[in-house]
């Protein structure tokens, strides 16, 4: 157990909905990132926010958006979905002052019909 | 930018047998260099990392890392492979000296066991 939790571990909607997926960190941990895991794109760093601000994009769609609260809890906002949205999001976190290592929490599913 | 290349996305070993995920990087700084794994249904575990200490990095269940900077290579070995051992194995490499945390990840290497 990575002390990461992700809520929830599965999720199906149709097109078009919007969805919420929400991550608490490790306790201590600062930062928070957001990946994407599918078939064909395999895994892909989507935003990381650190202590409330946004510290750096990748490959985030703009139908996506994210935030990370007072608590340090963040949450990943999907809309207007598509099909090719189905996928694994997984969250990630950090200490700030240990180099680059993240600790994962076990995901969800989400699938779009 | 940097990125990083795992050379087989299946490898089959036999019980016993000794195991060898290959990876290779490419960095404009001095990578930090990282392996995970991530068994079925599962999550991403860390196996090891190499954060410019020493070459040869232990990391759990037996595995090692040898980061050799000439070769631009950080393969994954284990000398004697379990039941358990089978899964995704992905090489990472992140962006350092930039601030931005985020990892760049390989494709992943599907490790079999056979009895």
């Known amino acids: 157990d990575s002390g990461v939790t992700q809520t929830p571990k599965h999720l199906i909607t149709a097109t078009g909905q919007r969805v919420t997926l929400r991550c608490s960190p490790r306790s201590g941990d600062l930062s928070v990132y957001w990946y994407q895991q599918s078939l064909d794109q395999g895994l892909q760093f989507l935003i990381q926010?650190?202590?409330?601000?946004?510290?750096a994009k990748g490959n985030i769609l703009e139908r996506f958006s994210a935030q990370q609260f007072p608590d340090l809890h963040s949450e990943l906002n999907l809309s207007s979905l598509e099909l090719g949205d189905s996928a694994l999001y997984f969250c990630a976190s950090s200490v700030t002052g240990v180099p680059y290592e993240q600790y994962f929490g076990p995901g969800t599913r989400l699938t779009v019909t | 930018a940097q990125s990083v290349t795992q050379l087989d996305s299946h490898v089959s070993v036999s019980e016993g047998t000794p195991v060898l995920l290959r990876c290779n990087y490419s960095s404009s700084y001095s990578p930090s260099l990282f392996w995970y794994v991530q068994h079925p249904n599962k999550g991403l575990q860390l196996l090891l990392k190499y954060t410019s200490a020493a070459t040869l990095v232990k990391g759990i269940n037996g595995f090692e890392a040898e980061f050799k900077k000439s070769e631009t290579s950080f393969h994954l070995t284990k000398p004697s492979a379990h039941m358990s051992d089978a899964a995704e194995y992905f090489c990472v490499v992140s962006e350092a000296n930039t601030g931005r945390r985020a990892l760049t990840f390989g494709s992943g290497t599907r490790l079999q066991v056979q009895p």
């Open positions: 926010y650190y202590n409330g601000e946004e510290r």
